[in-house]
């Protein structure tokens, strides 16, 4: 639950917020998600473990908690995970321990994960998910933006390549859709729908108290 904010005692208590960015590798999800967090101090990225080898330049903790199959398979077995699935022949999962803090001091919480980890998601935290997925402006633009990047070998980019499609398929279950010509613009419409969201009446749970304040003033 969000706290009140002495400097603006309007800014009602809501409900916390279980953002998730989907989009096929090379989209620019990590960029964007990258610049939502230096811009806002109230949301917090949830770090998936997963069996994948690191990548030239990742750090363990910051991009991933780098895990083997069976230190996988024990925290599936002592449910620690939100979520988790099989992706690109590898295991990815969301750990519930810092999400579940995270929401309950009053953050919300960024989610780079895929259709079937956002899929899951949305069935145990319904309305408090909010979905988005980030299209390339073709699958050209996508190829050339994964070799760009130099970190994955041909053969791996060929098999990203085959998944962004099928990716791309799970559009239907999200709530926003975006492409991402130009990724400032994305960021923006990103940010702005994360503003927007977090003004729903529905999780502006301390909203009634000012209502019946209001309705009461000048009254008695
Ligand atoms: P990469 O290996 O390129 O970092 O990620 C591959 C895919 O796995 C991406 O689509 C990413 O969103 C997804 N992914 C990363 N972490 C998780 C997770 O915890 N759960 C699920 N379901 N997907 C994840």
Sequence with gaps: MAQIDPKDPHKFKRR???FIVSSPS???KSTISRKLLAADAGLEMSVSATTRPPRAGEVDGKDYHFVDLEKFRDMVAENDFLEWAHVFGNRYGTPRGPVEKALAEGRDVLFDIDWQGAQQLYQQ???DVVRVFIFPPSLDELERR???RGTDTNEVIEGRMARATAEISHWDG???VLVNDDVDQCFQNVKAILEAERLKRSRQTGLIGFVRSLAKSGRD
């Design 16 to 18: 916390g917020i279980l």
């Design 26 to 28: 090379g989209a620019g």
């Design 125 to 127: 935290a319904g309305g």
């Design 146 to 148: 994964l070799r760009a």
């Design 174 to 176: 999200y709530d926003y």
